[in-house]
């Protein structure tokens, strides 16, 4: 049986709200569409990729930021934006890998759960790659993936009527004192990293997009069909 088939829209380094935009637009053209269960060359949905072009703090379902703290973000040139993401705040900005598949859950044969440990694995994956073997998934609240008690690796989706939103963001080569204004993912006494501090070496997005999709496909056991235009 043929897998199912996945669009890939890789949109550069784009506004996060340009992002959100054609994140929406997939949204609603999933919703549209009859729901089916997983079949041979079935479309699943869409996968886009994009680097940050400025520094955006966002909050989840869960809030994670007072008015007070965010006029705070602001006032240090930062956006700041609600989502409908899981999870508390968390930062996003340029040198970070930022993936959201828009995924029918059904045409994938996954459920939610293992849709967020699927993207888990592809970020471990990714930093095995780039010989960082101690990467690994941790069990709630712990969400993302770690190297010890450093977060490299933020995770926090949607999920409605069986299909996704949202992602992960991956530090590449981010300015990681961006994070020193908020508490990451609400979390007390953790660090954060990227791929250039642990391998000390400037690593970028462009760089590990190529290891990232060979993980997605082998992990999500679909194809990828490149995208043109994110129309």
Same mark, same amino acid.
Request: aromatic share 4%; hydrophobic share 40%.
């Given at each position: ?30 919703q549209a569409e009859p729901g089916t269960e997983a079949s041979s060359g079935t479309e699943a949905g869409a996968l886009l990729l994009c680097e940050p072009a400025g520094p955006v703090y ?22 700041v934006r609600v989502t409908g993401r899981g999870g508390l705040a968390t930062f996003h900005g340029p040198g970070q890998l930022l993936c959201h598949p828009v995924l029918d859950l059904r ?6 759960? =293992?849709?967020?440990?699927?993207? #888990? ?76 501090? #642990? ?7 462009? #760089?590990? =997009? ?22």
């Amino acid at each position: 049986m043929r897998q199912p088939a996945v669009r890939l829209l890789r949109l550069g380094r784009v506004p996060y709200a340009e992002l959100l935009g054609l994140q929406d637009r997939w949204l609603r053209r999933l919703q549209a569409e009859p729901g089916t269960e997983a079949s041979s060359g079935t479309e699943a949905g869409a996968l886009l990729l994009c680097e940050p072009a400025g520094p955006v703090y966002t909050a989840g379902l869960r809030g994670g930021l007072t008015p007070e703290e965010t006029a705070r973000l602001r006032a240090l040139g930062a956006e700041v934006r609600v989502t409908g993401r899981g999870g508390l705040a968390t930062f996003h900005g340029p040198g970070q890998l930022l993936c959201h598949p828009v995924l029918d859950l059904r045409r994938l044969g996954l459920r939610l759960r =293992m849709h967020v440990a699927a993207l #888990e694995a592809c970020a471990v994956r990714l930093c095995e790659l780039q010989g960082l073997q101690d990467a690994r998934a941790r069990s709630p609240p712990y969400t993302g993936v770690w190297l010890d008690d450093r977060k490299i690796c933020a995770i926090g989706v949607r999920c409605g009527r069986h299909i996704t939103s949202h992602g992960l963001a991956l530090n590449c080569s981010t300015d990681l004192t961006w994070f020193e204004h908020i508490v990451p993912c609400g979390l007390v006494g953790t660090g954060v990293t990227s791929l250039s501090k #642990e391998l000390q070496r400037h690593v970028t997005v462009d #760089e590990v =997009m190529p290891p990232f999709l060979v993980a997605f496909k082998e992990i999500y056991k679909c194809t990828l069909i490149s995208e043109d235009s994110p129309n």
